[in-house]
């Protein structure tokens, strides 16, 4: 057990939809990271956020967008889906940006 | 740019034999880099990371990586492979501290044969 949580575990939904992915990181943990995971694509970074703010961007859709709140946990919205955004979804944190990066047991969305 | 090559989308080897997967990597910087294992309908755990440090690092479960920066690699390695190691491994690169976003490798499934 990493200590990061995920939820839902499963999710799924039809193309058009929204839903909303959360993460809890660690105790302590500052940053928090989404990663998707698909066949097509691999492991790929989407976003991060530390103590609140936005630190990076990666790979990330104009559709999808997130947040970290003051409690530190983080929600990874996903809107007007397609059949593409079936994947798994990670969250990762760590104390700071540097360092070992500790992930959630995931979220998979299934678009239909 | 950072990335990641594992040579071997696949390995298969006996039980109690060598393992040996294979991580090339590239940063523009001295990258930090690590191993994650990930068992079926689990999430990433991680295996060991190299932070600058010595370059052969010892991780859980027996595994342990050599950095050779002459070589640009990042070998995984276990002396004596157990039926529990059968998963999907993956090499990952990141930049540090202002481009801490992890890159990982394509994996590498290894399979134990009895």
């Known amino acids: 057990d990493s200590g990061v949580t995920q939820t839902p575990k499963h999710l799924i939904t039809a193309t058009g939809q929204r839903v909303t992915l959360r993460c809890s990181p660690r105790s302590g943990d500052l940053s928090v990271y989404w990663y998707q995971q698909s066949l097509d694509q691999g492991l790929q970074f989407l976003i991060q956020?530390?103590?609140?703010?936005?630190?990076a961007k990666g790979n990330i859709l104009e559709r999808f967008s997130a947040q970290q709140f003051p409690d530190l946990h983080s929600e990874l919205n996903l809107s007007s889906l397609e059949l593409g955004d079936s994947a798994l979804y990670f969250c990762?944190?760590?104390?700071?940006?540097?360092?070992?990066?500790?992930f959630g047991p995931g979220t998979r969305l299934t678009v239909t | 740019a950072q990335s990641v090559t594992q040579l071997g989308s696949h390995v298969s080897v006996s039980e109690g034999a060598l393992v040996l997967l294979r991580c090339n990597y590239s940063?523009?910087?001295?990258?930090?880099l690590f191993w994650y294992v990930q068992y079926p309908n689990q999430g990433l755990q991680l295996l060991l990371k190299?932070?600058?440090?010595?370059?052969l690092v010892k991780g859980i479960n027996g595994f342990e990586a050599e950095f050779k920066k002459s070589e640009t690699s990042f070998h995984l390695t276990k002396p004596s492979a157990h039926m529990s190691d059968a998963a999907e491994y993956f090499c990952?690169?990141?930049?540090?501290?202002?481009?801490?976003?992890?890159?990982f490798g394509t994996g590498t499934r290894l399979t134990i044969i009895p």
């Open positions: 990952a690169v990141s930049e540090g501290f202002g481009n801490e976003k992890l890159t």
């Open positions: 990762a944190s760590s104390v700071k940006g540097v360092g070992e990066q500790y």
């Open positions: 940063s523009s910087v001295p990258p930090y």
């Open positions: 956020y530390y103590n609140g703010e936005e630190r």
């Open positions: 190299y932070t600058s440090a010595a370059t």
